[in-house]
């Protein structure tokens, strides 16, 4: 329950609400952000699901998202981006997911629609830490994952769908990867969102030749490998290209 009631009506509406599939990058594969419901579900099927819950009666989807994010995860101020509306009325039919809303909500078997959120984050600079009715909130690689709570696993497919859309018209990187990094780190995240290899030389041609990256003249440390040179995004270039659109860029 929300802390200031001036804000927020303390009536929940039993039949919407909102999940948010926040993605990361942990230099070698796509991560997403996941809570753990706790051991009422234990025995009965998955206990891991995307952060998400019922809107308040005055609050508008946007409003709802990120209060909601913050009370499970402890995750504040992050762009949020619509990836669709879900409805099917089965929603809630596995045992685990009914013994669980039991546990919590006034009107367990009331039908849910809920709209899905995705943001892309650096894991370096966004610690979750669990509240409320979540138990843990923790890191999963997307590519391990195939099976969430109630629908989350096709809310997740969706969202890497959205994902891989715009990654193919748009380079994407800033908000996933730290301040410095590699050529090397990028290329992997390219494959990791569009789950196949990609050529590197190919890669790193049409990545410099857009100029969105700067070098720092310097190289990695403390690595066992050779040091590989670091970049940093261009910003000023990145969003100028934004607005104008990249030509002819792609994977």
């Known amino acids: 329950m929300p802390n200031n009631t001036n804000n927020f009506s303390l009536e929940l509406n039993p039949n919407v609400s909102v999940d948010c599939v926040i993605f ?51 995750l504040k101020s992050i762009y ?28 367990p078997e009331a039908r849910v629609i809920t709209v899905a959120y ?10 979750p830490q669990a509240s409320s009715f979540a138990k843990n909130a923790y890191w999963v690689p997307v590519s391990q994952i195939n099976e969430l709570a109630f629908d989350h696993y096709e809310i997740l497919q969706a969202a890497k769908g959205k ?14 990867l730290p301040t410095k990094f590699t050529l090397s780190q990028l290329h992997r995240l390219y494959e990791s969102i569009l789950d196949k290899p990609l050529d590197k030389r190919n890669f790193r041609r049409k990545i410099l030749k857009i100029n969105i990256l700067s070098s720092l003249r310097e190289k990695q440390r403390g690595v066992p490998h050779k040091p590989s040179l670091l970049y940093e995004f261009n910003e000023e270039k990145y969003q100028e290209l934004t607005q104008t659109g990249f030509d002819n860029f792609g994977f």
Not at 24 to 32: M, N
Not at 118 to 127: A, D, F, G, R
Request: charged share 25%.
């Open 118 to 127: 995705y943001s892309l984050v650096p894991m370096s600079k966004y610690k």
């Open 80 to 107: 949020l981006e619509q990836v669709g509306a879900f409805g099917d009325p089965d929603r809630i039919h596995k045992q685990s997911d009914q013994a669980w809303l039991k546990s919590i909500r006034a009107e």
């Open 163 to 176: 994902l891989k859309q715009k990654i193919k018209i748009q380079p994407i990187g800033f908000n996933l």
């Open 24 to 74: 990361g990058f942990d230099l070698e594969q796509l991560t997403v952000l996941l809570i753990d419901r706790g051991e009422i579900s234990s025995g009965f099927g998955p206990r891991l699901a995307l952060p998400g819950n019922l809107i308040y009666d005055n609050e508008n989807l946007d409003m709802a998202a990120n209060r909601v994010l913050d009370e499970l995860t402890g």
